[in-house]
């Protein structure tokens, strides 16, 4: 069984390499592939992960290799990691909106479409090749931001494809470990697109805990978390995903982001700094300062998740797919991010409860931006370009949309070859 992952230099890598080790009594893996265009950076992380691998017992073969062919010959199963452009093209989503007056964040509004437009041409070329080379009933596993988007065009395209996020894994850890329960006791109503989503319910043993969750000085805890008043919570009935307090409280988040440092700068230091400790011959284990990096729980949900692709234990998932009716109201061809059991066959979606109209409403506006913003970064066509801006809730004026456009292609324009000929205004 060999297992590539495109993008092996990430700094996550360390931790993916320990879920798979952890597994290695359920997941016989003979080989697996490391692959990145920063052949120096893949140094760092391969030499780092393969000191883990050995530390823990691993009986298969580590690959680092800069030929992405090589890497995806013969695979069972392909994973997508990457960032086109790297961390300085995040800071480019983050910052250049502020100047419109609008919010700027990696994956959602217009900074997670651009890296939409950047990003799903290079995966789609990734997948091409995991069609000609992997094996035949090769899963392709997308961990790539936006997450939603990149899954959809995979679909699109008619590949075998599921993305992965790791939100509701990490709030399904975090109530376990509140009633003092194991993970799998825990089952949450966790529904809506990738980065929109909600918890409408927590399961422990079959009984709903969300109820108590939503009451007294715990709710305050995690509004506050969340970015929300606490009584948003007790009026949607629900826990929203972080990414909704950008939809919520949006003059509040922009307010935030004109004055202080975007999350984006914070983050090129803390992979700066892993990097250096990464390239110690003495460390054989993940750092703690990764917890600082973001993803927490990554490397336990994706090496559970292609686990199940694999051997087909059909264990439950939280998995962006194909909507094909789960969620009342969005077209089949949406994907949404929702509960599932997985098995070599693919996700079997659980049945999920009609959304109320302001969830909805929310999901249906944001699934036809997605829509458009697949076509465009196929297509490089600017006016398809613009009507997805103008979709997405947090742009909509016509004026703002040009600009936002025009920046944006401008900023970005050696990662956005198909729109070349793309003119400004």
């Known amino acids: 069984m060999r297992i590539a992952v495109i993008g092996g230099g990430s700094t996550y890598t360390p931790e993916l390499v320990e879920g798979f080790a952890r597994r290695s009594d ?27 691998l050995r530390r823990t017992g691993f009986t298969g073969r580590l690959v680092t290799t800069s030929d992405r062919s ?12 990457l960032r086109v452009g790297g961390q300085g093209t995040r800071l480019v989503d983050e910052t250049l909106p502020n100047k419109r007056g609008v919010i700027g964040q990696e994956t959602t509004g217009p900074g997670g479409f651009a890296k939409a437009l950047r990003t799903v041409p290079v995966v789609l070329d990734i997948a091409d090749e995991v069609r000609r080379r992997a094996l035949p009933d090769a899963w392709i596993v997308d961990f790539t931001n936006p997450v939603g988007i990149v899954t959809r065009a995979l679909l699109d395209e008619g590949h075998r494809a599921m993305g992965l996020c790791n939100v509701a894994i990490g709030f399904q850890r975090r109530f376990a470990a509140r009633f003092g329960v194991p993970a799998d006791q825990v089952r949450l109503g966790h529904a809506g697109l990738n980065h929109l989503s909600w918890i409408r319910s927590v399961e422990v043993d079959g009984v709903d805990r969300l109820p108590e969750l939503l009451a007294g ?9 969340l970015g929300l008043p606490v009584r948003a919570l007790s009026v949607l009935g629900a826990i929203p995903s972080y990414y909704l307090h950008y939809f919520y409280c949006t003059d509040h988040e922009l307010a935030e982001q004109q004055s202080g440092e975007h999350r984006a700068s914070k983050v090129a230091d803390i992979e700066r700094e892993l990097l250096a400790m990464y390239a110690d011959p003495t460390l054989d284990h993940k750092p703690a300062l990764l917890e600082q990096r973001g993803g927490a729980y990554y490397s336990e949900a994706a090496a559970a998740l292609v686990t199940s692709l694999l051997t087909g234990d059909g264990a439950h ?18 994907v949404v991010e929702v509960p599932c059991h997985v098995d070599t066959a693919g996700a079997h979606p659980v049945a999920v409860p009609a959304l109320p109209p302001e969830m909805l409403g929310l999901v249906q506006a944001v699934t036809a931006y997605e829509t458009l913003t697949v076509e465009a970064a196929r297509t490089g066509d600017p006016d398809v370009a613009l009507r997805a801006l103008v979709a997405h809730p947090l742009v909509r004026q016509w004026d703002l949309a040009v600009d936002l456009l025009g920046d944006l292609l401008a900023a970005h324009r050696g990662f956005l070859p198909a729109f070349a000929g793309a003119a400004r205004g």
């Open 317 to 334: 998932h939280y998995v962006d797919v194909r909507n094909a009716g789960t969620i009342a109201g969005l077209p089949d061809e949406a």
């Open 70 to 81: 090589a890497a995806i010959d013969g695979a069972s199963a392909v994973l997508v990691q």
């Open 217 to 225: 000085p715990y709710a305050q805890e995690l509004a506050g978390e």
């Open 26 to 52: 359920v997941l016989a893996v003979d080989e697996l592939v490391l692959h990145d265009v920063d052949a120096d950076r893949l140094q760092v992380v391969g030499g780092l992960a393969e000191r883990i």
